[in-house]
């Protein structure tokens, strides 16, 4: 069958379907076989389609019909889901700044959906629970039932989990996950640089003269895991005394206390690394509380830079939010799935 034909029957095939977007063509193998063709003169001839706005690219590499409302001039939005956002969620709102700036840019916007029950957290001194993937699962199925399939693509929150997301693939055409790595490989990231924030926080530490380092974990979610295994794996390649028996757990009020009464007998200077403000200020009021003085005995650096940090003059890593909020929306637009950490800046404040 000459590429023409094939061109030809493809197109058939696909007004057949045209009008339902949430319905992936059969693989090419597959058309290949159907049609009697080789699987390389098919693909080709599904990616010219593409190009041409016949039919969508998705960045999991299958190939969708047209939606009516995208032909009729309207375009298809995308979605971002979230959890519920409290006022002492600063890095979000910054992400959410990003992400309204950049969708001026486009002819899409983006639909934010906050999610009831994905984190809940009743104040910033409370700990974080977070959906299981059950209740995610469950949770994503209610909005596709509600909201139908018309969706072009999906910002996903840093605490979906990727076995929730991979199961969805093929309900979106683009994927991105933001805060946080993915080893999805259908799927965009985007992410502070992780590695570099680990490297800025014991540079400044040893220029400071802290002779011991560790890294406290506030709560348990997939940023502050990256984070915090960021500084073991920069501290293995650069010679670092510092493993996981430095990762501490101070996810509730009495594991706090204890660590903090621990810092008392200390000999030497210790440097603490925070990777959320909110604790991190949580971290130094109890410190200031129990006598331990800061930063002549303990340093503290923040690990978001948002609002809490500035206002007590921490010192701080300053992850661009924002700009991940940009990108975002930037690799919602491409058919590659790409992999973006964002540069991180650092504020020297009274704690170091």
Known sequence: MKKVEIRNTIEKFVSKIEGDARIPLPPARELAEKFGASL?????????????????????????????????GKGLRFVFLLGQVSEWHYTIRD??????????????????????????????????????ETTQERFLNRFLEENGYVWDGVIFENMWDDSVIEKFRDEFRRIVIIDRKSE???????????????????????????ERILTVIPYH??????????????????????????????????????????LKNESGRVGIFCPEDNHAKILLDNLQEAGVRCPEKVGLISGTGVLPSRLANMTSVVPRFSEIGEQ?????????????????????????
């Open 328 to 352: 975002a929306v930037d690799l919602l637009q491409i058919s590659v799935p790409q992999c973006c950490p964002i540069g991180i800046g650092f504020r020297t404040g009274a704690t170091t």
């Open 95 to 132: 992400i959410l700044q990003g992400i309204t700036r950049r969708t001026s840019h486009y002819e899409k916007g983006v639909t934010m959906v906050h999610i009831k029950g994905l984190i809940e957290q009743s104040d910033v001194l409370a700990p974080s629970r977070f959906a299981d």
């Open 221 to 262: 979610d997939q940023y502050i895991t990256q984070a915090s295994t960021a500084t073991v794996e920069v501290a293995s390649i650069t010679g670092i005394d510092y493993g996981e028996e430095n990762l501490i757990d101070v996810s509730d009020f009495e594991r706090r206390k204890q660590f903090v009464e621990s």
């Open 40 to 72: 390389s003169t098919v693909y080709r001839t599904l990616v010219e389609l593409a190009e041409e706005n016949r039919l969508q690219h998705g960045s999991n590499g299958r190939f969708y019909p047209l939606n009516k409302e995208r032909e009729g």
């Open 184 to 210: 999805l490989g259908f799927a965009s990231c985007v992410y502070p640089d992780f590695e570099k924030c680990a490297s800025l926080v014991f540079n400044h530490f040893f220029a400071k003269g802290y």
